[in-house]
């Protein structure tokens, strides 16, 4: 199945190693979804390998044969752009479309497009440009510690993941050591501050004139001075104009300088990510103030109006999680209270946090809440629990496993989930402990 990530995109992981998708989640571990890898089994690198080296990375090729031998079959490497297009039934105008169908228009059109790609690559699937997708995590700087989160994607949670993982080691591809100094303070890990080193920005230079797309998360990525200086290096050259950019942010560092410089693009959709509201809110995503949220989002909603929706709030975004069960349809009531598109996630991992590892008696019961609903969202979660009936998916440890973590986080952070998500624990009683 044809899909422009693969074909012209070039995805950064937060530690500089390349990786084929943004969203590919599937789990078996034959398939080495977290890595690229060249001809020589070695782990590709921004900084260790060419950009068009990295194009034609073992994975990317492998995906692209397939896509020209069999246009019409799905890869195994893209499992969650599959799962969205079946819950949304195959809809392209869906407001929750898949990653694949949103990407599409992306301008392609000289290099390879959905009607015309089979004689574009090799039979091999290599291709010979540069990428007009650039998906890129400046590091894991963040700060928020959201309880799905990890190392990988905000050095804030070195503490409780030391304690919690009882490991100081990433597994990431490659081992990340966290070290502390002789003071007891985290030593960041220079694979996470790959974007200083001087080999990163002529490689930007190279790309900057065949940019169409650039996907910038973290992290939180606002607070990096990388990001600033990207936007900078677009702007003084010319090719800004021609440059959509895209945004998954906690929407907590929102100010008129990054104004200024987004009116220079194309345009610039920007996704809130928000899981809940109020007190769950700041459960879900630690470090998070509601009440701060709320006023970014206005604050956005001013830049849409100014900028004649050049920048573009174009969606508050949720992962369908455990946590989030039960008031999935009372976040999404708030998203239309001000103006803005709900959009959701469905999350798998941590495999404690995927609702998919509830006794199915749980399940039905979550099921059953959307049934009568008019909602969009409502009908996906019914059909993703619909596609999803098999009782081999029920794992109680794993939920025990929640309530353990959830416990654990409580003692850290001085927080009490059982008293801020009633419904679920009353679920819990009833199914799992």
Not at 6 to 14: E, M, R
Not at 99 to 104: A, C, K, P
Not at 366 to 388: P, T
């Amino acid at each position: 199945m044809f899909c422009k990530t693969v074909w012209q995109g070039l995805h950064i992981l937060p530690y500089g190693d390349i990786r084929l998708c943004s969203i590919g989640n599937n789990a078996d571990k034959s398939l080495d979804m977290q890595t690229a890898k060249d001809n020589n089994g070695n782990i590709m690198n921004i900084l260790t390998h060419s950009i068009k080296d990295i194009m034609n990375s073992k994975i990317h090729c492998e995906v692209r044969k397939l896509n020209i031998e069999n246009p019409s079959t799905w890869s195994p490497h893209c499992e969650c752009c599959e799962n969205r297009e079946i819950v949304t039934n195959f809809d392209r105008t869906h407001k929750n479309k898949s990653r694949r169908i949103y990407l599409m228009k992306i301008p392609t059109e000289d290099t390879a497009i959905e009607n015309n790609f089979v004689n574009k690559a090799t039979s091999d699937g290599a291709v010979d440009w540069y990428p007009a997708s650039l998906d890129i995590r400046f590091g894991n700087l963040c700060n928020h510690k959201c309880i799905m989160c990890s190392p990988e994607y905000s050095n804030l949670w070195y503490d409780d993941w030391d304690e919690w993982e009882g490991k100081k080691t990433l597994y990431t591809g490659r081992p990340i050591e966290l070290l502390k100094n002789k003071h007891n303070k985290w030593i960041q890990p220079t694979n996470f501050q790959w974007y200083d080193d001087p080999r990163w920005w002529p490689k930007f230079e190279e790309m900057m004139p065949h940019l169409k797309h650039i996907y910038v998360t973290g992290g939180e990525p606002m607070l990096v001075p990388a990001h600033d200086t990207m936007l900078d290096m677009l702007i003084e050259s010319g090719y800004a104009k021609n440059v959509w950019l895209e945004y998954d942010t906690n929407c907590s560092v929102v100010n008129d300088k990054l104004a200024e410089r987004w009116v220079h693009f194309k345009e610039v959709d920007i996704r809130g990510s928000m899981d809940a509201t109020g007190d769950q809110f700041e459960i879900i995503r630690f470090g998070g103030k509601w009440d701060k949220f709320v006023s970014n989002v206005r604050k956005l909603k001013d830049y849409e109006k100014d900028s004649n929706r050049k920048i573009k709030l174009s969606a508050l975004s949720t992962c369908y999680q455990v946590s989030t069960a039960h008031t999935i349809l009372e976040t999404e009531e708030w998203c239309k209270s001000v103006d803005t598109h709900f959009h959701i996630r469905f999350l798998t991992g941590p495999p404690y946090h995927s609702p998919l590892h509830l006794p199915l008696e749980a399940r039905n019961e979550l099921q059953n809440m959307y049934v009568n609903s008019d909602s969009e969202k409502a009908k996906m979660i019914y059909s993703y629990f619909e596609n999803h009936k098999d009782i081999t998916w029920s794992n109680v440890e794993h939920m025990k496993t929640f309530v353990r973590f959830m416990d654990f986080l409580d003692t850290k952070r001085g927080t009490d989930w059982k008293m801020v998500f009633p419904a679920l624990l009353d679920m819990l009683n009833r199914y799992v402990l």
